[in-house]
């Protein structure tokens, strides 16, 4: 047990109160951040002559010893320090001697730590973009093959318009690429640097936190020093982002095991991304979209676990905030890992092109056309509506398609069809016609895909 602060106390603390409250256990994976953020501290400290140039050099240098150190696993994190910036600070005085007793002059843990949080929050951001812009190309390739592939598209998870497989998957190319939007704003907003706002009120020192800011890649230091040590709003941004990439993904796995069931086979996943039962013999279980999907309730939880921990906080640090660490990186782990795997899933699905088809033929999917088709002929389409409403309902009965029936069959219902009414009716000829900009026609299609592969190459 190796404490920072020791000085003012008599007892020594409990084992269990030590354990407790210590942090090391899961902030030291951010080392990295705490040294980079230590060595910028240092250079700003030497550049205003609050230290000397020559010490200034002197920390960089042990502070840069010790990552690479950890980095080779020849430095060992040890829990017997509070947590990651304590365990730093004492590694430096152990290497450096006295010198290393200066890194912590205007600044705290609490700026210190704040610091690092908004550090691995950007730096996860960018890890996360990047991964969501390799599953983007995988839904991108798949839409490129399926422009013409017919499926059924639906409401109320009944057939309701003939869609196609890249219509279809480009929705999702949609949601993801909105989520790279969002985690790049709140990459914007969080690029601020606390540090310099000490422990809540600032220093007496006269930092340049400004040169610190810039060192360190931000645009600008936060502007009050209160809220620089107690504000995490940009973890509940980042949480708030990572829920949504986790509804987009889930609510896609769900599709995924429904469209991998015996009872629409409208794709096979591969042998590598399911598992078997222990006892029944034929099973092929979607294991990977069902953890996908389980999973978000995790990060869903995480969100509002540093929600509660911060809604009744006064300002401006309360220990409550040492909280969020463990949401946070649990959040960001179980996120890259899910579009991870969920990228390579898909990118090893087979489609079943026919089974779509035919699904796209049964269940009425072109009655809009049909009626459609009547108000092309003159007929209001409120009394088309109606009309193909008793079409379908006698289809039902004959066990049917509308394009099955013979043109008296038609003409019993109304004398308005003719021959013309097969083309309308086609699968082939619906999804054609569904030109309208975003829609599922291989032409409007083309130029949606053209859109998108531009966008991926631009960003
Ligand atoms: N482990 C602490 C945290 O995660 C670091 C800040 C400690 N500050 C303090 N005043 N005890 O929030």
Request: charged share 25%.
């Amino acid at each position: 047990m190796a404490q920072l602060w020791g000085g003012r106390f008599t007892k020594k603390t409990d084992q269990e109160v030590f354990d407790f409250n210590a942090s090391i256990r899961f902030d030291q994976r951010l080392y990295r951040e705490d040294i980079t953020g230590s060595m910028a501290h240092a250079d700003m400290l030497g550049k205003q002559g609050i230290i000397s140039g020559e010490e200034a050099v002197h920390l960089r240098e042990g502070l840069s010893q010790i990552l690479a150190d950890l980095e080779s696993g020849a430095l060992e994190i040890t829990e017997e320090y509070e947590d990651i910036h304590s365990f730093v600070e004492a590694e430096l005085i152990r290497r450096i001697g006295d010198t290393g007793k200066k890194l912590h002059t205007g600044r705290s843990r609490n700026d210190q730590v704040a610091l690092d949080m908004r550090l691995y929050v950007r730096r996860e951001c960018g890890a996360m973009d990047e991964a969501l812009k390799h599953l983007l190309e995988t839904l991108l390739a798949i839409m490129e093959e399926h422009t013409e592939t017919v499926m059924p598209g639906f409401t109320h998870l009944q057939k309701a318009q003939p869609v196609t497989l890249a219509h279809h998957i480009g929705a999702y190319f949609e949601m993801f690429r909105r989520d790279r939007q969002r985690l790049r704003d709140t990459g914007k907003r969080l690029n601020e640097c606390p540090l310099g706002a000490g422990a809540l009120a600032g220093t007496t020192y006269p930092l340049d936190r400004g040169y610190a800011a810039s060192l360190l890649g931000f645009d600008r230091p936060t502007r009050n020093s209160m809220d620089s040590v107690s504000d995490r709003d940009y973890l509940i941004e980042f949480l708030g982002d990572l829920s949504l990439i986790m509804l987009h993904l889930s609510r896609f796995s769900e599709e995924i095991i429904l469209w991998n069931s015996d009872e629409y086979r409208f794709l096979e996943l591969d042998d590598g991304f399911s598992t078997g039962s222990s006892i029944m013999p034929q099973k092929k279980n979607p294991d990977i979209a069902e953890l996908v999907r389980g999973k978000t309730g995790r990060v869903y939880g995480a969100l509002i676990t540093v929600l509660t921990a911060m809604k009744g906080i006064p300002l401006a640090y309360d220990k409550d905030m040492q909280e969020d660490k463990e949401a946070v990186f649990d959040a960001a782990d179980t996120c890259r890992d899910c579009i991870t795997l969920f990228d390579a899933m898909m990118a090893s699905v087979a489609f079943r092109t026919d089974v779509m088809e035919k699904s796209a033929a049964r269940g009425f999917t072109n009655a809009t056309d049909a009626a459609d088709y009547l108000v092309g002929k003159g007929i209001p389409f409120r009394d088309a509506h109606r009309i193909i409403g008793q079409l379908v309902l006698y289809c039902i009965g004959q066990g049917k398609a509308i394009g099955e029936l013979s043109l008296p069959e038609f003409r019993a219902l109304c004398p308005a069809f003719d021959e013309d009414i097969y083309e309308a009716v086609s699968l082939k000829s619906c999804v054609e016609k569904r030109l309208t900009c975003g829609a599922p026609a291989p032409a409007a299609m083309k130029q949606s895909i053209a859109e998108a592969r531009q966008y991926l190459n631009e960003s």
